[in-house]
C-alpha cells in the first residue's frame, strides 16, 4: 500500500542570503491527512535544493548554515495499538537527518530540527562523480515499518532559518 504525498511550494527562492532574508523560509506545506501502515513508506522530492536556499549570491562556494525544520503531527489510527512511524529529509544520497517514535491516541505535534551545516551542501558528489549533492532537491520521507499499526500524519511543514550573520 503506497500512498502518494502531496506538498505544495509555497514560494521558489533562488538564493536566500543571511542579509536579503534573516526570517524563515517556508519551503513546502501539506494541510491534509494522510495515512501510513505495514510498511508503507511515502517519499515526496521538493522542488528546492540546499545550495538554493544556502549559497551566498555573488560568493563562489560561501554557503551560510542554518537550521531545517520539519513539523507534523502524529496520532494512531487505532487508539490502543500504537504504530511505529519514521520521519527523514535528505537530498542526492546524503542524509541530512532523521527521527523516529511511536504514535500515541492522542494526536502529538512532532518538531524535528535538523542543522544545514554548508560544507555538506558544498563538498559532497554523487558517486561515481555527477553534481554536488547539494545541487540535489530535497526530500521528505515518511515510513511506517512492516507489521506495525497505521499512523495518521499530518500539518506537514517544513521551513529553512538561517543562522544570523
Known amino acids: ?87 527523514q529529509i535528505d537530498f542526492g544520497t546524503q542524509e541530512l537527518c532523521s527521527m523516529d517514535g511511536w504514535g500515541t491516541a492522542a494526536v502529538k505535534q512532532i518538531t524535528m530540527a535538523c542543522p544545514g551545516p554548508g560544507y555538506i551542501v558544498a563538498d559532497q558528489a554523487l558517486p561515481g562523480g555527477g553534481p554536488v549533492q547539494g545541487a540535489q532537491p530535497l526530500t521528505v520521507n515518511f515510513s511506517v515499518p512492516t507489521g506495525d499499526w497505521p499512523i495518521f500524519f499530518d500539518k506537514v511543514a517544513l521551513t529553512f532559518t538561517p543562522d544570523n550573520p
Open 1 to 87: 500500500m503506497k500512498k502518494s504525498l502531496i506538498i505544495s511550494i509555497l514560494a521558489t527562492v533562488p538564493f536566500i542570503s543571511p542579509q536579503s532574508c534573516p526570517q524563515p523560509v517556508n519551503i513546502s506545506i501539506l494541510n491534509q491527512t494522510f495515512e501510513l501502515g505495514y510498511g508503507a513508506t511515502n517519499s515526496q522530492p521538493l522542488s528546492v535544493s540546499p545550495v538554493q536556499l544556502q549559497a551566498v549570491p555573488g560568493q563562489s562556494f560561501q554557503f551560510i548554515e542554518g537550521t531545517y525544520t520539519l513539523n507534523f503531527t502524529v496520532k494512531n489510527h487505532f487508539a490502543a495499538y500504537p504504530g511505529y512511524w519514521t520521519a
